[in-house]
T-cell receptor, first 110, second 120 residues
Framework: DAKTTQPPSMDCAEGRAANLPCNHS???????VYWYRQIHSQGPQYIIH???NNETNEMASLIITEDRKSSTLILPHATLRDTAVYYC???????????FGQGTTLQVKP | GAVVSQHPSRVICKSGTSVKIECRSL??????MFWYRQFPKQSLMLMAT?????????EQGVEKDKFLINHASLTLSTLTVTSAHPEDSSFYIC????????????????FGPGTRLTVT
């Protein structure tokens, strides 16, 4: 299973863009990159996913490098409610399993 | 996005008893459901994968006789913690997806709100 590496914590000022990096150097060609977040004592919330191309939805943008060995999740205008643990996950291609790493704790500060 | 519910949200039981946790997909048919466990200040740990109508596949180190999983319908999966002990106290989270675990394409996996189990 492809592993991901994320910084354990990050701070971001409210209203600014939050850029969360993720390394996944062993990703296979047919494996997708998924991002979820978990607010304290709740189930994870789906944010976005991608394969090769950059993706954008109402929550965030996902930038994947050309070699697919790393990606960045961008929250364009962070709010206090975006404070959470953000997980970058490579989805196991043949089983669909999501293997969670330790994630990045994002603290949005006023 | 799709909605997944869990019941109960919190449960306290005595050591040696069994506890059943339900996971329901409310607005879609879930061919595959996953069960996770999360200890305080730790990440989610996948326990097992269940496909509707099939036996669950357990991750290494998870006792299948202790954590009984049933996925009898496309909208309901249950996890029963048998003979619970204090070390089983944890946050149990289920997720559901609408495609079976194949490599064909991407799909979202939707998570329930979790069940806090406390064994006294």
């Amino acid at each position: 299973d492809a592993k991901t590496t994320q910084p354990p914590s990050m701070d971001c000022a409210e209203g600014r863009a939050a850029n969360l990096p993720c390394n996944h150097s062993t990703i296979s060609g047919n494996e997708y990159v998924y991002w979820y977040r978990q607010i304290h004592s709740q189930g994870p919330q789906y944010i976005i996913h991608g394969l090769k191309n950059n993706e954008t939805n109402e929550m965030a943008s996902l930038i994947i490098t050309e070699d697919r060995k790393s990606s960045t999740l961008i929250l364009p205008h962070a709010t206090l409610r975006d404070t959470a643990v953000y997980y970058c996950i490579v989805r196991v291609a043949d089983t669909g399993k999501l293997i969670f790493g330790q994630g990045t704790t994002l603290q949005v500060k006023p | 996005g799709a909605v997944v519910s869990q019941h109960p949200s919190r449960v306290i039981c005595k050591s040696g008893t069994s506890v059943k946790i339900e996971c329901r997909s409310l607005d879609f048919q879930a061919t595959t459901m996953f069960w996770y466990r999360q200890f305080p200040k730790q990440s989610l740990m996948l326990m097992a994968t269940s496909n509707e109508g099939s036996k669950a596949t357990y991750e290494q180190g998870v006792e299948k006789d202790k954590f009984l999983i049933n996925h009898a319908s496309l909208t309901l999966s249950t996890l029963t913690v048998t003979s619970a002990h204090p070390e089983d106290s944890s946050f149990y989270i289920c997720s559901a997806s609408s495609l079976s675990g194949t490599s064909g394409g991407a799909y979202e996996q939707y998570f329930g709100p979790g069940t806090r189990l406390t064994v006294t």
